[in-house]
């Protein structure tokens, strides 16, 4: 075992501080990482606070990871000392049932690993997450990642990359395809240029005009207000994919509408409470509401391919991890544009 600093919660109603956190010595299959980067997600806020409930004190959030390897352990093929890595939402799953074996570790039957406040395969041993200095990860959970881009906007990419990446991809967005985004924060804006680089026709639709000027900065072609009614009405049937961020209570009723038929609602955000879907708004069209999680572990190093392809990273904030309980504040207030990124540096020092 190793004695790592991190920042963790204590309680719900108690801010982050620092905690001697242990790292398991790495085991064969193993590898050991230097984090230099973490981003900081809502989820972090909601199991911090346990906002969600189950949360397991001390709580170690983080898993938007970047940092380089370490160590390795003797039966690592994948990875070598020095190389750049990233850790995403979770660190292991079964490895055995169906959706391990599609490639969906994230849907495991058996429960993945997730990064933090989960617990291992063992099913004894919790996981600490990337507000630390270091990590130990399987290898097959750790992936690559290129230097070409700026790491610390990198980070957020392992979260809010993929969750929007998986079901643009999953429902086949295509060039010409007019896909709509609902909410520019960090899934949102990352949501905004990843479909642009499909090829896709983007609109982002938000209640604030003054998020106009950033949405075209971002690669969308259209901004639309969704506070007016005339405007809303004279959407109806416009969109062939509608891509939900918004965690906060809205009517989804009012969205599908503008799907064309057989066109798709993708909910990624987590409302504290659902909305009442009358039937109508989807059989008179056709139309779906899903929902999608992350992706596994194949998708995620696609996806991480993809954005060093063309270029897309987070639009981040970097902050010391002495900042991070303010972070928090500002992040519930939508004051950062559009992701918190920890200088792990800063945790060293």
């Given at each position: 075992m190793?004695?790592?600093?991190s920042y963790a919660a204590q309680k719900a109603d108690q801010p982050l501080a620092p905690f001697d956190l242990e790292r398991r010595t790495p085991g064969p299959t193993d590898i050991e990482i230097e984090i230099l980067y973490c981003g900081v997600c809502h989820s972090d806020i909601h199991t911090a606070r346990d906002e969600w409930g189950g949360t397991m004190y001390p709580v170690v959030p983080g898993h938007e990871i970047v940092g380089k390897v370490s160590s390795v352990g003797s039966e690592v093929t994948k990875h070598k000392i020095g190389d750049t890595v990233g850790v995403g939402c979770f660190v292991d799953s079964c490895g055995h049932c169906n959706n391990c074996a599609e490639d969906l570790e994230q849907y495991c039957e058996n429960g993945s690993s997730m990064t933090y406040n989960s617990m291992l395969q063992d099913k004894k041993t919790i996981t600490y997450g990337g507000y630390s200095t270091h990590i130990v990860v399987t290898e097959k959970f750790v992936l690559s990642v290129s230097d070409k881009l700026p790491l610390e906007a990198v980070a957020p990419l392992l979260c809010a990359g993929i969750t929007t990446y998986s079901p643009l991809k999953h429902w086949n967005v295509k060039a010409g395809d007019k896909v709509a985004v609902v909410g520019l924060g960090g899934l949102g804006h990352m949501a905004v240029k990843i479909a642009a680089a499909m090829g896709a026709e983007v609109t982002m639709l938000s209640r604030s005009p003054e998020k106009a000027k950033d949405a075209d900065a971002l690669g969308a072609h259209h901004?639309?207000?969704?506070?007016?009614?005339?405007?809303?009405?004279?959407?109806t049937g416009r969109f062939d994919i509608i891509i939900d961020t918004v965690s906060a209570q809205h009517d989804y009723n009012s969205y599908l509408k503008l799907l064309k038929t057989d066109g798709t609602m993708v909910l990624l955000g987590v409302p504290p409470q659902m909305e009442k879907?009358?039937?109508?708004?989807?059989?008179?069209?056709?139309?779906?509401?899903v929902g999608s999680l992350v992706g596994g572990i194949k998708e995620t190093q696609e996806m991480l391919d993809f954005?060093?392809?063309?270029?897309?990273?987070?639009?981040?904030?970097?902050?010391?991890?002495?900042?991070?309980?303010?972070?928090?504040?500002?992040?519930?207030a939508g004051d950062v544009h559009y992701r918190f990124v920890i200088d792990m540096a800063s945790l060293k020092n």
């Open positions: 190793t004695q790592v600093k901004f639309e207000l969704t506070t007016d009614p005339e405007n809303m009405k004279k959407m879907i009358h039937a109508g708004s989807l059989i008179f069209g056709r139309k779906s509401l954005c060093a392809e063309h270029n897309i990273v987070s639009d981040v904030e970097v902050i010391s991890i002495d900042k991070i309980n303010e972070a928090y504040e500002r992040t519930i």
